[in-house]
């Protein structure tokens, strides 16, 4: 398991290497007040994708592994209703979006309203391709796609801000560069993997729709949740205060990526396993999961609390200094990712329990966050944020308790840490050897 979520791993790590990039360059071309537009866009594009997403695109980890022999027709599924759903979300945001900038506080849907359209559209069929190629276990060509949709969009996007210092223009090389990546993708599916092909197609779209629906509205909300904080501070501070305290939110996500590919690789497993009802074989990968999560997890975050100041001033420059404490804030909220139940609900089909679980964090964050905020400002809407990520990781882990034979553990037995740096040590020794018998 560890050995294919390594790829994705490096994958991610390196596409976000190059995509950080971005920023840290826009952040020295744009003034204060552009830099909090350019992360408005991509605030609002994430909201719509979160509220519009319905999960489509993660059922292909519940199907997939199930009916490899239709696992093309799945795919065409996925790609359709994606196209289908954002087309219609945009168009009823577009319907609103007087109403939707008061609500939020998001000028550029006025002004760049279709570029985030076609942005929001390529970003999510590109995400189709790299998660269908992680469902069907070809974790090398996952790899390849993550890190060519970064590399391409960031060059295109690069080469608009260098030669025009535009926002438009900007917002055009990113649309180009989606628009790339997805035809290359398109294109290495078909010709590499073979990967339309099935003995049927438009087949079990409800199935995907109905698995998506409750998976999608639970992220829908869960998302929404974690978003709630930056939109509190957009709504409530300046654009010049948003810009500082979107700087801090841009993390180095290691964590995040990790817990990604492991998930990418573990859904599978864990559909398999239950399945075939072996609960004991449940519990040990998840104890085997949780040492690795946590042989990861704690180490990484107390890395970058104790280097948070020079790494921040290093990438925003000195001038968004304000952003330290908040980026070593955001960091308690990282913890809840080393506990991952959906893993087991997902492959359990009790989706429901997300969506339950979510409703409750969605509930008690508007209090939380006013209540923070009052008491210290920005600091105190971020520590109330990720204070909440943490409780409700634990409330749907003890959900999750209830419902199956065994007890999965909140942390792991010292022996699954042990077994993680054994065997990562073990591998990295063999890699040297194999490199210096070259």
Avoid at 50 to 62: P, R
């Amino acid at each position: 398991m560890l050995s294919s979520s390594m790829y994705l791993f490096a994958s991610k790590v390196i596409g976000y290497g190059v995509r950080i990039l971005v920023p840290i360059a826009l952040v020295r071309i744009l003034s204060k007040e552009d830099f909090g537009a350019y992360n408005q866009f991509f605030l609002l594009e994430v909201l719509v994708q979160t509220i519009f997403q319905m999960g489509v695109v993660q059922s292909l980890f519940y199907f997939v592994p199930r009916d490899r022999d239709n696992a093309g027709g799945y795919l065409v599924n996925s790609l359709g209703l994606n196209t289908v759903i954002y087309t219609s979300a945009y168009a009823l945001v577009w319907c609103f979006r007087g109403q939707v900038a008061r609500l939020l506080g998001i000028g550029v849907i006025f002004d760049y309203f279709w570029y985030i359209f076609f942005y929001a559209l390529l970003v999510m069929l590109n995400i189709c391709l790299e998660s269908y190629c992680a469902a069907r276990r070809e974790i090398r060509a996952a790899s390849f796609l993550t890190i060519q949709r970064e590399v391409v969009a960031a060059v295109a996007t690069f080469g608009a801000a260098i030669a025009y210092r535009s926002l438009d223009k900007i917002f055009l090389g990113l649309v180009i560069g989606r628009a790339l990546s997805l035809a290359i993708g398109l294109a290495y599916v078909h010709v590499r993997l073979n990967g339309f092909a099935s003995r049927r197609y438009f087949f079990s779209v409800w199935e995907q729709i109905r698995y998506g629906l409750v998976l999608g509205v639970g992220g829908t909300v869960g998302t929404v949740a974690m978003r709630l904080h930056e939109i509190a501070v957009n709504r409530n501070y300046d654009i010049e205060t948003y810009a500082v305290y979107a700087a801090g939110l841009k993390q180095i996500p290691v964590l995040q990526f990790f817990s990604q590919s492991i998930a990418a690789v573990a859904l599978g497993q864990f559909a398999m396993l239950v399945k075939n009802d072996d609960w004991s074989g449940v519990r040990q990968f998840w104890d085997r999961i949780l040492g690795t999560m946590y042989g990861v997890g704690l180490p990484v975050i107390l890395l970058f609390v104790a280097v948070a100041d020079p790494l921040v001033r290093l990438m925003f420059t000195s001038e968004y200094a304000g952003a330290v404490a908040i980026f070593r804030l955001n960091l308690l909220g990282t913890l809840s990712l080393v506990l991952n139940s959906t893993l087991v609900l997902r492959a359990m089909d009790r989706n429901d329990v997300t969506l339950k679980v979510n409703i409750g964090m969605f509930v008690l964050l508007f209090p939380a966050l006013y209540a923070g905020m009052k008491l210290a400002g920005l600091e105190g809407i971020i520590a109330a944020h990720g204070l909440l990520l943490l409780v409700n990781r634990i409330a749907a882990q003890a959900y999750l308790n209830r419902l199956v034979p065994v007890h999965l553990g909140y942390v792991p037995s010292p022996q699954s840490v042990r077994a993680f740096y054994v065997g990562g040590w073990r591998r990295a020794v063999a890699w040297a050897g194999r490199r210096r018998s070259r």
